[in-house]
């Protein structure tokens, strides 16, 4: 049966099957053309993955230390000229009439008078002495040496930098050790932990902060002889806790006899301290090796140990310059006979045998000595307050502790030694 054409259309003749293989074939190369072209840009992130990443670009900040520079200055000072001075000594010569002989008919108007007669000029005249005299006459020069100070310009200086910046500034004369000007603010450390631990000697004074009970007056008689010994103008600032900033700027501290335990905030504090130009003045009682001598080494050398120092004591010979440096001692004073006010005669005679100090030494500077005279009780003097008749003589004790105060503040690489320096 044939079949019929009347329903047959255009695409009646293409062969289904054959064009859905072309259409497969087509897609499959589509597919793997795009997983090559995936898979070649992945490799290349791989590959770009394995360079280093340049850092970005940073900035460093460095906080520098402040420079101590002076203060400007709103007026120019005047400085005398000075000039030099020198005698010399000049012979002078009286001036004399030249006379000669003239012939007539010369050019000279005498020969007018009597011609054709020769005239002697030349007659002999008496002999003057005109000669200038030279008289000894003593000339003092205004020059000065050359390494001397002014004491009065650099003193006005001082004044004028004494603003609350810096705990101490001296002048002191080279040809004179006793000539020596400026000003101190006294301070007296502690820790917080004899507060904490009730400490006898130590209270809760209200807003005034701490306050010592124990010989509360010593390191205040001390300042009312550096003011009446020296021309240092000294005063008592504060009571300063080991963990404040401002200690590392005080010059001269002083520790009493008494025992407590130092936090590691105080420790590292006292380390920098001693270190950066710092003097310890320690009152270890009146004797060597005991508790309040033990307490006071290891409390240095636990606060050396943390800037990496090792502390090494040792006895002061007497010829020590701390010994002469203004007043002029053979040794440290001997401690007072039972300490003032605690008993015994009022002779003033010792009742140990220390006769020395305990100094500890950083780079060739002395940083700390340690006392065995009762040298905080001696200051106090108790029994010249609580009886007239237990008065016992402490000016040598007194004066020793101006010896210290001015030691700390003039020794090479102090506190105030770098500060003057920088001023000048």
Not at 208 to 236: C, K
């Amino acid at each position: 049966m044939a079949v019929s054409n009347r329903f047959r259309g255009p695409a009646a003749d293409v062969d289904l099957g054959r064009l859905l293989n072309k259409g497969l074939k087509i897609t499959g190369a589509c597919f793997a053309l795009a997983l090559i072209g995936h898979l070649a840009f992945m490799l290349q992130e791989i590959d770009s993955g394995d360079e280093e990443a340049q850092r970005p670009l940073t900035t460093r900040f460095v906080q520098r230390q402040p420079r101590l520079t002076k203060p400007m200055e709103m007026r120019k000072k005047p400085k005398p000229r000075q000039r030099k001075m020198v005698r010399q000594q000049v012979k002078l010569q009286a001036r004399q009439t030249r006379l000669t002989n003239t012939a007539v008919g010369g050019i000279s108007l005498r020969s007018m008078a009597a011609p054709q007669v020769t005239l002697d000029t030349g007659s002999d005249l008496v002999s003057i002495d005109l000669g200038a005299r030279s008289t000894d006459i003593g000339v003092t020069t205004s020059k000065e040496p050359d390494n001397k100070i002014d004491m009065r310009e650099q003193l006005l200086d001082l004044d004028f930098l004494d603003t609350g910046k810096f705990q101490a500034m001296v002048i002191q004369d080279p040809n004179d050790k006793r000539n020596i000007t400026g000003y101190f603010h006294i301070a007296q450390a502690y820790s917080a932990r004899m507060v904490e631990a009730n400490i006898v000697g130590f209270v809760r004074s209200g807003d005034s902060g701490t306050s010592m009970l124990q010989n509360p007056h010593a390191v205040q008689n001390l300042v009312d002889s550096m003011n009446e010994f020296t021309d240092i103008q000294a005063d008592f600032s504060s009571r300063m806790p080991l963990s404040s900033k401002d200690l590392l700027e005080t010059p001269w501290v002083f520790i009493p006899a008494v025992r407590f335990t130092l936090t590691e905030g105080e420790l590292s504090n006292l380390g920098k301290y001693l270190e950066n130009g710092g003097f310890l003045l320690a009152d270890a009682g009146q004797t060597v090796g005991g508790n309040e001598d033990s307490f006071i080494r290891l409390m240095v050398r636990d606060a050396l140990a943390t800037v990496g120092r090792r502390a090494k004591f040792r006895r002061l010979p007497n010829d020590h310059p701390i010994f002469h440096t203004f007043f002029d001692f053979d040794g440290p004073p001997r401690a007072l006979l039972g300490g003032p006010g605690i008993g015994g005669d009022n002779s003033g005679e010792g009742r140990n045998n220390v006769d020395y100090l305990m100094g500890l030494e950083i780079d060739e500077r002395l940083a700390c000595i340690i006392t065995y005279q009762n040298i905080g009780t001696a200051w106090e003097n108790l029994g010249y307050r609580n009886d007239k008749s237990l008065y016992s003589d402490n000016t040598r004790h007194l004066q020793f502790g101006v010896n210290t105060i001015v030691f700390a503040l003039t020794q090479e690489g102090s506190i105030t030694n770098r500060v003057m320096e920088i001023v000048r």
